[in-house]
C-alpha cells in the first residue's frame, strides 16, 4: 500500500469574539477572511447574539470559565500564530482574555474593540469591559483597530478629521500597544491612520458605495491578523488588509431586508491571478504620507 501523503498545516490563527447568526460579523467573518489568506482558523466564543442583516436586538454572555476553558484546550493542542480579539461582552472575559495573552506571550496579537453594533440596541460590551479595556488590555503588546467612533469612546476626543484621527492614534499607542490604525471606513473618503513606532501614516483608499458592509472591522482586523502571521511587515500587512476588504465590499452581495456581508470568500469566485493573489493592485490604494514623528 502506497504511503499516504503528508500535508504541513498552514499557519493556526485564534479568534476570540461572538457569534453572529448572520455570518456576516464575529467568528463567522473572522474564519472565513482567515481561510481566505489560505490559514487555519480555531475559535474561542465570547457571546452569542441574537442578530440577522436587521441588527443586533440581545446577546447571551459566555460565562469566563467556559471561555477560559475554550482558550486553554486550544492552545494545549495547537501551535497559534496569530490572535484576533473581537467582542469580549463582559469585563470578566476581557480578564480572562487578559490572562490567556499574558500567559503565552504570542507574537502577534491584533485587539478590534468592538463596543457598540452598527444597528440595534444590544451594548457588546459593558462600561466596566469598556474601562478594563482601555485600561488594562489595550496596555498589552499589540495591535489595535479601532474605528473612529470606537476611538472617540477610548479617548475622550471628538474625531472629525485626520489631524484628530493621527492625535487619537498617538494617545492609545501611549497606552502601551505596539501599533494602533484608527480606521475610517464610514468617512466620505475611506483613510487609516496607523501610529507605530511614535511615527503616523495614512492609508487612503477606494470608496466603494455599497451598503453590504457588515463585519468590515472583523474582515480588516482578521486580515491584518493573518498577514500578520504570514511574515508581513506592519505597514505592508495595513495595505493588503485594506485592499482585501475594499475587494470583499465590491463584490459583495445583499442576504436579507438589511445591509449584507462582505464577500469573505470573493477570490475563489475569480479567474486565477497571474500575478499573485496577495499582491496590492495598482489602484492607489497606499500610503498617502510618509511617516511623521508627530
Do not use: W
Request: aromatic fraction near 4%; include cysteine; hydrophobic fraction near 45%.
Amino acid at each position: 500500500m502506497a504511503d499516504t501523503p503528508s500535508n504541513s498545516a498552514p499557519p493556526i490563527l485564534l479568534t476570540v469574539a461572538g457569534f453572529d447568526p448572520s455570518c456576516g460579523a464575529g467568528v463567522s467573518a473572522d474564519l472565513k477572511t482567515f481561510g481566505a489568506h489560505n490559514t487555519y482558523g480555531v475559535a474561542a466564543v465570547t457571546a452569542i447574539t441574537i442578530q440577522s442583516t436587521l441588527g443586533v436586538s440581545a446577546l447571551h454572555i459566555t460565562p469566563a470559565n467556559t471561555l477560559r476553558e475554550q482558550l486553554d484546550a486550544l492552545a494545549g493542542d495547537l501551535q497559534i500564530a496569530a490572535v484576533k480579539i473581537g467582542m469580549l461582552g463582559s469585563r470578566a472575559n476581557a480578564v480572562v482574555v487578559a490572562e490567556f495573552l499574558d500567559k503565552h506571550k504570542f507574537e502577534h496579537v491584533v485587539l478590534d474593540p468592538v463596543i457598540k453594533p452598527t444597528s440595534g440596541s444590544a451594548e457588546l460590551l459593558d462600561s466596566a469591559g469598556i474601562k478594563f479595556l482601555r485600561e488594562e488590555l489595550a496596555h498589552r503588546p499589540l495591535v489595535l483597530t479601532p474605528n473612529v467612533a470606537e476611538a472617540e469612546l477610548l479617548t475622550g476626543m471628538p474625531i472629525g478629521n485626520i489631524a484628530a484621527m493621527k492625535e487619537a492614534a498617538q494617545k492609545l499607542a501611549a497606552l502601551g500597544a505596539k501599533a494602533v490604525i484608527v480606521t475610517g471606513g464610514d468617512l466620505e473618503k475611506p483613510v487609516d491612520v496607523l501610529c507605530t513606532g511614535g511615527a503616523t501614516m495614512v492609508f487612503e483608499g477606494e470608496h466603494i458605495r455599497s451598503e453590504n458592509t457588515h463585519g468590515s472591522g472583523c474582515a480588516f482586523s482578521s486580515a491584518l491578523a493573518a498577514q500578520l502571521a504570514l511574515g508581513q511587515h506592519i505597514q505592508q500587512a495595513v495595505i493588503l488588509a485594506k485592499v482585501y476588504v475594499t475587494q470583499a465590499i465590491a463584490r459583495s452581495y445583499a442576504i436579507g431586508k438589511g445591509p449584507g456581508p462582505l464577500n469573505h470568500l470573493f477570490r475563489y469566485h475569480m479567474e486565477p491571478s497571474t500575478r499573485g493573489v496577495h499582491e496590492v493592485p495598482q489602484h492607489g490604494m497606499h500610503p498617502a504620507a510618509e511617516p511623521s514623528g508627530h
